[in-house]
């Protein structure tokens, strides 16, 4: 008899989840009532570009795009086993997936961070947005140089992405992860266009590094306020 490890494993019971995974996003998102901003959220947000959030908010992702609307996005998935299923979710929704993701120490290029870069770049040049995780796992809420890097290879602009809903689910794990339920009060955040000059030094690395990272913790404080019809609340 298979044992439980086994059958979490095999490729036909992830991608049974990953496909129910996709369903339920698609019925939490028609369900729920959404607050946008800005307001013309869809006009002032010009793709292709490079969509951050925050590792455990970010499920509502592929539903950025308007309703009906076709354009080419690709999303970094871990090499995970939860990745694989979230990876399966994501292509049931439409996109597409580049399979890595980054470190703070000696496991960036074990964990495919190095190729996936590439592979982000590819996908740039072939006109398609790119949307990522801006903290690495396991140091939630500090933002990476990954994504700053990627604009200044690339000259697209990054846009902090954040999406809470008021009926939810919270975990208490390592990036908060927020399980949007259906019929909820929604709100989808994005900052200004935060451009990387190409020649970037060190220091202006680190600054943008840093806007990027108050833009996300500002607008995911904001989303939840909208959401929950508070006057403040911590991500």
Do not use: C
């Not at 580049?98 to 982000?120: D, L, P, T, V």
């Not at 602009?157 to 990036?175: E, F, Q, T």
């Not at 019929?183 to 202006?204: E, G, H, K, T």
């Amino acid at each position: 008899m298979p044992s439980l490890k086994r059958i979490v494993a095999s490729p036909t019971f992830q991608r049974a989840v990953g496909t129910a995974a996709a369903w339920y996003l698609k019925l939490a998102w028609r369900t729920s009532s959404k607050t946008f901003s800005p307001t013309d959220i869809y006009d002032t947000v010009k793709m292709p570009a490079i969509v951050a959030l925050w590792h455990g908010q970010h499920f509502m992702a592929p539903f950025l795009k308007p309703d009906g609307e076709k354009f080419r996005a690709k999303v970094l998935v871990s090499r995970h086993r939860d990745g694989e299923i979230n990876a399966i979710a994501a292509e049931k929704l439409g996109i597409g997936t580049i399979r890595g993701s980054g470190a703070h120490n000696g496991e960036f290029h074990r964990k495919g961070g190095a190729a996936a870069f590439g592979e982000m770049l590819t996908a740039i040049e072939q006109g398609y947005t790119v949307a990522l995780t801006a903290d690495v796992p396991k140091v939630a809420r500090i933002a990476g140089f990954g994504v700053v890097k990627l604009a200044q290879y690339s000259g697209l602009p990054i846009y902090a992405v954040a999406i809470a809903s008021h009926r939810r689910i919270d975990l208490n794990n390592w990036d908060r992860t927020a399980i949007n339920l259906p019929f909820s009060r929604m709100a989808l955040l994005a900052s200004d266009p935060i451009y990387v000059a190409r020649d970037a030094d060190d220091a202006a690395l680190e600054a943008a590094r840093q806007l990027v990272e108050s833009e996300l913790n500002r607008l995911t404080a904001h989303a939840y306020e909208i959401a929950d019809r508070t006057g403040s609340h911590t991500p």
